[in-house]
Structures are given as C-alpha cells and as structure tokens.
C-alpha cells in the first residue's frame, strides 16, 4: 500500500492548510486512517485519526482548530488545519491500518511563521 500526502508549504500563524492523502488502495479497505507529525528532535506523534464508523481522535493540541475528513468520491484523507501555530511546524505524515498491517506515506512539510 502506497500513501502520497501532498498539501505543505510555509503559511503564517492564524493562517490554514488542507493536507491530502491517496492511498493506493480504496480508502474504504482501512480500518484506520490518520496524520502524524514529527518535529525536528521531536518524536513522532499523532495528530488526527479516523476509523471505521467516522469515530474521530485529535491530540489535544490540534482540537477545535484541526479536522480530518474522508473524501469518498476522491478516495482521499484531508487534513484541514485552521489557525495554525509555530508549534506546528512539522513533518507530516500520512497513516493507514488495515488487517494487522501498518502503513506510512510520504511526508509533507508544513511551516509556520510567528
């Protein structure tokens, strides 16, 4: 399975972005889809998720300002991200889980200026 997420750039705070992911499969054989970051000498961690049934999970960092959503017609994973902040400022990653396998894609760089 093969993950192309696309969306980056270098945005100022307040500002948004919308990451996409493609799968190489239909987005309805995954169990789980997701975002990840990882900042410079940070570890990786977990953004947004979305499962089966469209129950969602944000880090609580990301909430009330990040949505993930499913693109059904597009078979694409969004990641609308709304008044971004430095702290952002990351490596983002696409993730999928289906059958007991793991899944990440490329990653998309995103930057935020203060």
């Known amino acids: 399975v093969q993950l192309q997420a696309s969306g980056g750039g270098l945005v100022q705070a307040g500002e948004s972005l919308k990451l996409s992911c493609v799968p190489s499969?239909?987005?309805?054989?995954?169990?789980?889809m997701g975002w990840y970051r990882q900042a410079p000498g940070k570890q990786r961690e977990m953004v947004a998720t979305i499962r089966t049934g469209g129950i969602t999970d944000y880090d609580d960092s990301v909430k009330g300002r990040f949505t993930i959503s499913r693109e059904y017609g597009k078979n694409t994973l969004h990641l609308q991200m709304n008044s971004l902040k430095p702290e952002d400022t990351a490596l983002y990653y696409c993730h999928s889980r289906k059958s007991g396998a793991y899944f990440w894609g490329t990653g998309t760089q995103v930057t935020v200026s203060s």
């Open positions: 499969e239909s987005i309805f054989s995954f169990y789980t």
